[in-house]
């Protein structure tokens, strides 16, 4: 059912799995996976009259990998998604996402909601919340200590040494052929400085003694209101996303319904899938 396809996107060669045929609904990945984290989703609706389309982002497996850190900037980010959509339609579009591809997404609703039917998050925590939790929030700060880690020059080491261990470790109870898949992902010729590079790009991280990271932005919550009917599933679990995180969400997205899973960890989508599935079927309708 799934077909593989390169599409030319804001100048770039994306690579793109795709099952169905109808109304758009893009599915965004985030680090350190790719695209096949969404296979059941693929499945499951391009059965079911959809076109149910997930990328590699840019940096991100077969996907084109620009080597300037400067690239993996927002703008260019929301820039390669809607080139991607407007590739399949020019209709709107349904928007599922997690974590990285969640920023991409909460950028690409907050700036070009014309364009979005519906929008689906998980465990991706929206932009001016996340700056406020990682300004003020010491145990958020702590939790995402690692994005730090992930900014300097030998986080490619750290991080592929013994077989890739600490990202595999990052997963719970993986089967031995995802594992080898992730693996393989990751080892395409130069995925790992793209994937990473997200990290390096972005001012959202927490602020240590040397840079005050987040705090160099001052953001008003009227500048990133989400004017899409927007679903979040939210496991409670994340260990590196805190429960801050979706706290007073419901004022900067106005149409909201939060769904929350308390036994579900950052990996929503592999623990519950078919609850995820059933959520964003109900939410997006026929």
Request: aromatic share 10%; with cysteine; glycine share 8%.
């Amino acid at each position: 059912m799934i077909r593989h396809e390169t599409v030319e996107a804001n100048g770039l060669r994306l690579h793109v799995a795709r099952a169905g045929d109808g109304p758009l609904m893009l599915f965004l990945h985030g680090f350190p996976e790719y695209w096949a984290m969404w296979q059941p989703m693929l499945e499951h609706f391009g059965a079911r009259g959809w076109c149910a389309a997930a990328p590699d982002l840019r940096g991100f497996n077969l996907s084109e990998k620009p080597a300037a850190v400067e690239a993996y900037r927002a703008k260019h980010l929301v820039a390669d998604v809607l080139a991607l959509a407007a590739h399949y339609t020019k209709e709107k579009f349904v928007l599922v996402a997690h974590d990285w591809g969640g920023a991409v997404a909460w950028g690409v609703a907050i700036a070009h909601p014309e364009r979005l039917s519906k929008l689906v998050m998980l465990n991706s925590p929206h932009p001016y919340l996340f700056w406020r939790e990682l300004c003020g929030n010491p145990a958020q700060q702590k939790a995402s200590a690692y994005m730090n880690l992930f900014r300097l020059p030998k986080a490619e080491r750290v991080l592929s040494e013994n077989g890739y261990a600490r990202l595999l470790g990052a997963f719970a109870d993986l089967p031995e052929a995802e594992r080898q898949a992730l693996v393989a992902a990751w080892s395409q010729p130069g995925a790992l400085t793209g994937g990473l590079n997200y990290y390096r790009a972005s001012p959202m991280h927490p602020p240590t003694a040397a840079d005050p990271g987040a705090r160099k932005l001052q953001l008003k919550p009227g500048d990133f209101m989400v004017r899409v009917p927007t679903l979040v599933l939210w496991g409670e679990r994340d260990t590196a996303l805190l429960p801050g995180c979706v706290d007073g969400l419901g004022e900067v997205v106005p149409d909201l319904k939060l769904v929350r899973f308390p036994e579900a960890s950052h990996w929503i989508a592999r623990e519950r899938t078919a609850e995820v599935i059933r959520e964003i079927e109900a939410f997006v309708g026929g």
